[in-house]
């Protein structure tokens, strides 16, 4: 959800070509366990699919911008070894799925539908969802449009968004402590200086040069312009219109609600409605931690997050069967 920030990771982080190996492969994924399907509309998903053990559910795992499946490599390695299923998607404009410029094709009950897609074809009834970024939105509109399909939502940074948060122009949603917060962090004009000049920011000490390599890699290969339609639908009314079709009954969340709130993502923690979302969103229980950390808190902290995941999952009490 943080363009800006996102923007500057990506302009920052140099990487060297040499260092490149291919995007979808890198350890701890497996590289032969990864798919691609031709989903209803005619459009490819590549999405990373690992079978769950007996008894355990299937964890679907939803980026936000400007990522690919590989924002969730700290959690595939620790999920994957004890054999949870995994489904870990490149979402639409992203990786190996398709990258459509219009931004028409983004609205959150065609996603929804690709989603749904996977999940039929991996044969999954049902799956846990875990979500980050523009990611929650899509795990918000997954329980508005297919709740019988999730157990229970995880939403890391970015909380549930309700049905009618596009039906208001984006920037009203935002109050004036996060309008502050923003003029005070980023004055007008300061990312055109900061791109016109070339600064460079020191690189964040949890992503080794390797992994800031595949990162750089995926973003230079993919390019922002059809990352960006997630962010053009949001501003724009298209977003707002195709959420008019949420069925009215299907604006709570009835299952088993995680928000990971990442106390140093100033956006989010001061645009109160993220937390909120959270809170009301669900007729069900809500768990709440909340993590000293910025923006990208599964990668940031992922063992206190992997933790805090596994811990909820097992007391869900989903008692699968066979
Ligand atoms: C990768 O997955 C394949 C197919 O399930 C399996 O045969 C192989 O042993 C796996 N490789 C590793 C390193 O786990
Ligand atoms: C995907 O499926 C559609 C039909 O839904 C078909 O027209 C199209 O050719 C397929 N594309 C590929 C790449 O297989
Ligand atoms: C950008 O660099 C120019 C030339 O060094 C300098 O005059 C200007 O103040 C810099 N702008 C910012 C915002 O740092
Ligand atoms: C909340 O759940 C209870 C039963 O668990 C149900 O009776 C009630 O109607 C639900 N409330 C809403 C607003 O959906």
């Not at 918000?140 to 596009?166: D, H, K």
């Not at 219109?241 to 990442?262: K, R, T, Y």
Request: proline content about 7%; aromatic content about 12%; overall charge negative.
């Amino acid at each position: 959800m943080r363009v800006l920030s996102s923007l500057l990771l990506a302009l920052a982080a140099g990487a060297s070509p040499a260092l490149l190996p291919r995007v979808d492969a890198p350890a701890p994924f497996n590289s032969s366990l990864f798919k691609d399907l031709n989903v209803s509309r005619g459009l490819n998903y590549h999405y990373y699919a690992v079978p769950a053990d007996t008894g355990k559910p299937t964890l679907l795992f939803l980026h936000g911008f400007p990522s690919t499946s590989y924002d969730w490599h700290h959690q595939v390695a620790f999920f994957q070894d004890k054999g949870y299923g995994l489904l870990v998607p490149d979402m639409l404009g992203y990786g190996g799925t398709s990258k459509p410029l219009d931004p028409q094709l983004y609205v959150s009950s065609l996603v929804t539908r690709d989603i749904i897609d996977i999940l039929d074809a991996e044969n999954i009834e049902q799956a846990v969802v875990v979500a980050h970024d523009w990611g929650s939105k899509t795990a918000s509109r997954l329980a508005n449009y297919f709740p019988e399909r999730f157990l229970s939502y995880a939403f890391l940074a970015v909380g549930y968004i309700t049905p009618t948060f596009f039906a208001t122009p984006f920037e009203e949603n935002l109050n004036l402590d996060t309008t502050k917060t923003i003029t005070d962090w980023s004055p007008l004009g300061a990312l055109e200086a900061f791109i016109t000049n070339d600064t460079r920011i020191p690189p964040v000490d949890y992503v080794t040069p390797e992994e800031r390599a595949i990162q750089m890699e995926a973003i230079r290969q993919g390019g922002l312009a059809a990352p960006l339609n997630w962010y053009k639908i949001a501003r724009g009314t298209l977003e707002g219109q195709d959420d008019q079709g949420i069925p009215q009954e299907n604006a709570l969340i009835h299952s088993p609600v995680f928000f990971g709130a990442a106390l140093r993502d100033y956006i989010s923690v001061s645009a109160p409605i993220f937390v909120a979302g959270a809170l009301v969103s669900s007729n069900s229980t809500v768990t709440i931690r909340e993590y000293n950390s910025g923006h990208w808190v599964q990668l940031a902290l992922p063992d206190e997050v992997n933790g805090d995941l596994l811990q909820w999952i097992g007391g869900l009490g989903l008692g699968l069967d066979a």
